[in-house]
């Protein structure tokens, strides 16, 4: 097929939302505009994929993952900086990347899906990084590679590091700010699977005694549903951050249990028996992979058949390594912190 025969599969979203694709310095890479302010920083990233450049500044690798994290550096404003994330793509994904779906045959967590979610989530709510362009290399017309690039966040901390260095007052704000945040995603219906602490970016913290909230950023889209039961996806959200933020603990106090589900109510505004029993399993129990949390969406809360479930996450348990960590938060203090994020917001 000819390259204007393969652009023509490309997805409606990407066609109609994004500039492109256009094919820069001989790298042999093409490249996808979100906003014409992606155009510099994705010119300085081909020149990198076609001989190393400084401007280009590997941050971390995670070899095993194939993914890679980069800063992009504007030579001509030394403050101006961008943020990118490579991506090697398996075979499996390489057709949901080049359909721009998300889907379970043809590829969950490709670079395309995770660009269409950031987005949405841009589109909807205050909480996206502003995606910036979207590159791409093909091989017999399928994405190999794929490259996000963003805006910078560099002096951003993760909610675990914010968290870890806040103090009483500061830590309340967070959590507040953290119900906001899953009050905007439940407006906007957008269930994140991955939304861990490391996966929200906190504002860095006023220099005086400042009173105003922080603001959040939610990154890594990849793993997101965009049509599923917003008081299950709510349930989700809170479960895993919680569960992480506890130190990933299997037996927890039953007062974190209480604080967890008044703070379910308040985002969903009302109760609902069955997401808060999925809210109180996802508190207990690590549900990262060999458990897809895509499970637990496909079906409503009242039909889940939650003791199945419990009983494989409990076999999974044992066959992970312990899994413990020290916790950001011991239930404790995290439940007085909710308890007291609710009281001021009231
Ligand atoms: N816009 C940004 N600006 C600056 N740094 C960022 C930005 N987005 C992400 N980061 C940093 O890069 C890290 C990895 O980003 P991200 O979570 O999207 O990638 P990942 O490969 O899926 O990582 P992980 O598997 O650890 O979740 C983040 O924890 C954050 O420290
Ligand atoms: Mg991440």
Known sequence: MTRAGWSLVRPRWMRRRLEGPWRGSGSGWQWWLADPAGRRPAELFDDFLRQDSPQVVALRAKQTRSRWCYRIDDADTAERHWFAKRMVLPR????GALLGV????????????????????????????GML?????????????????????????????????????????????????????YRA????????????????????????????????????????????????????????????????????????????????????????????????????????????LGRAPERLSLGRIEQTLEQMTGHRAAQASRPVMPSAALARAIAAALVSEA
């Not at 670079?111 to 909480?127: I, V």
């Not at 914010?162 to 507040?176: F, I, K, M």
Request: net charge positive; proline share 5%.
């Open 189 to 296: 219906g957008f269930c994140h699977l991955d939304l861990h602490p490391g996966n929200l970016l906190a504002s860095p913290a006023p220099s005086g005694r400042g009173n105003c909230l922080p603001a959040l950023k939610v990154i890594d889209c990849a793993r997101v549903s965009l049509d599923a039961d917003p008081d299950a996806a709510a349930a989700i959200h809170l479960g895993v951050l919680m569960h992480e933020l506890n130190g990933k603990r299997g037996g927890i106090e039953p007062g974190l249990e209480q604080a967890g589900t008044r703070l379910l109510r308040a985002i969903i505004g009302h109760s609902r028996p069955a997401a808060e029993r999925l809210l109180i399993m996802l508190l207990r129990y690590s549900t990262k992979k060999p458990f897809s949390r895509h499970t637990l």
């Open 92 to 95: 499996h994904h390489r057709l």
């Open 102 to 129: 998300s889907h379970r045959w043809l590829g969950l967590t490709h670079g395309s899906a995770e660009f269409r979610h950031a987005l949405a989530l841009e589109q909807r709510t205050s909480l996206g990084v």
């Open 133 to 185: 362009a979207l590159g791409e290399q093909l091989e017999f017309g399928l994405p190999t590679r794929q490259v996000l690039i963003s805006s910078w966040l560099g002096d951003w901390p993760t909610l675990t590091s914010a968290l870890l260095q806040a103090d009483g007052t500061r830590r309340v704000q967070l959590l507040r700010a953290l119900l906001e945040t899953l009050r905007q995603l």
